[in-house]
């Protein structure tokens, strides 16, 4: 396994692989890897001649008081993964913005809502970092997880927006054996708060059987079993235009997030 | 030479070359072409093995009450010039974005002057189509003329920025042999109007070429020559930070946009 931390590197080595017609696969992540980001990987390996995968720390995308600061991170543990997942290239750049960068990527609409509200200004520097982080990568594939539902669907619009020859690849999300997401913040949780984060995957699960077709119903009483300090959203919407519905009369996903102490999680789960 | 309406089999095509390792070129026009264009296909044919020209007038770049629907257009005559040029591809979409388009492509600082003053949104919907195309095209160079000169530096910017493996070249803005800089848009002249459109020339020729060290003495000289309806602006700007000067002790590029009746023209020169 490669491990670069150059751009300009990183960039001619692509151009290499792709005039040889070698096809380039990419997980972008932000470290401190777990399964989820591994069955990624595995995904990403079977559709591509050289698998490269990022961690980078994106500043662009947390607000002002958010966890930018004690986003776990584990660089030694995190390129072993790597390298028994079977990664090509790991690229670990120490910045991706030079001091002069003046260039945002916003995606209208699918980012108004759900995080997007409770986070200004993410899904612009999600977009942002990935656009650029696929102009240097330049791969044919690309795996992003369910457990980000939302920023699957903006990386999606934007793929397709910007005409890239990027195939954008769903995986789904998963988890730990007692139901948790599996997340990197899930390290910041206490073994109190852990327990009351399994009530996250729980009210998504009575809302998936709940019997009533009413989204309101649902939510309802999804939102009773909920043992957050604060809920930042609880919705049902349409899986493509993230709009939220009122009937549940065909496909349809139920997101959260919730606050569990000073921990932000997300999940969600297909209706 | 091709000649390619839809996006996508473009984007095949160039893919294909691409996987080959034969690089692309690309000249990205509005139509309506004139000796300028010629000399940037001409530019990029020398550095490529296909050379792709896209004729497309974007509408994102035009504001509300703009020349959007009094654009020139010729196609059979820009076919002609494209072929005698030796384009390989001539790309013509009907449209370039889907009705769902969500995807805008800002550059900030760059655009906060100039051009960017006076047609508001302007730059955002060039970045946004240029980005487009580069994502449909996969082009290893793209030429683009200095006419456009707040153009190029936005374009070379986003280019960095977006980390795109694509070398934007520069073209010297081509004069007709009355100074007129060529543009499609002089065509909307009368003859008095063409007369008059001179002074813009000469003006910028007698900026260049003044003795003070001051930028504001050399405007206001410039100015009392032009022969405008209305001045957008007449600046003398650092090249690279397109911020105004005061006092001329280096590199500096003076640009111009000013009304001739109803045509907006731009025209600049190196000081």
Chains 1, 2 share one sequence.
């Not at 991170?73 to 910045?95: I, R």
């Not at 200004?121 to 656009?131: E, I, K, R, S």
């Not at 020859?165 to 852990?194: F, K, Y």
């Not at 009413?214 to 919407?237: C, H, N, P, T, W």
Request: proline share 5%.
């Amino acid at each position: 396994m490669n491990t670069i931390r150059c751009s300009n590197t990183l960039r001619d080595m692509m151009s290499e692989h792709k005039r040889h017609g070698r096809s380039v696969g990419f997980v972008p992540t932000m470290g401190f890897l777990h399964k989820g980001h591994l069955s990624l990987m595995k995904r990403a390996k079977a559709h591509c001649d050289h698998l490269v995968v990022s961690i980078y720390v994106n500043p662009l995308q947390f607000g002002a008081g958010e966890d930018l600061d004690r986003y776990p991170s584990d660089p030694e543990g995190d390129a072993e993964k790597c390298e028994s997942a079977g990664v090509d290239t790991l690229f670990c750049p120490k910045t991706l913005f030079a001091d002069s960068h003046a260039t945002t990527v916003s995606v209208a609409g699918l980012t108004a809502g759900l995080c997007g509200a409770s986070r200004p200004g993410h899904f612009d520097g999600l977009a942002t970092v990935v656009a650029r982080l696929f102009g240097i990568v330049q791969p044919d594939i690309a795996v992003f997880g369910e457990k980000d539902f939302q920023q699957l669907a903006v990386i999606r619009r934007m793929t397709k927006d910007l005409g890239m020859a990027i195939n954008i690849m769903g995986a789904p999300l998963i988890r730990d054996t007692d139901g948790l997401a599996l997340s990197s913040r899930n390290t910041n949780l206490d073994p109190l708060e852990h327990q009351r984060a399994l009530s996250l995957h729980q009210a998504l699960q009575f809302i998936q059987t709940h019997p009533s077709p009413s989204a309101k119903e649902r939510i309802q009483a999804g939102m009773a079993l909920l043992q957050a300090d604060r809920v930042d959203y609880l919705q049902i919407v349409n899986p493509v235009s993230l709009q939220p519905i009122q009937q549940i009369d065909g496909p349809a996903r139920v997101l959260v997030a919730a606050w569990i102490g000073n921990t932000r999680l997300i999940d969600n789960m297909a209706i």
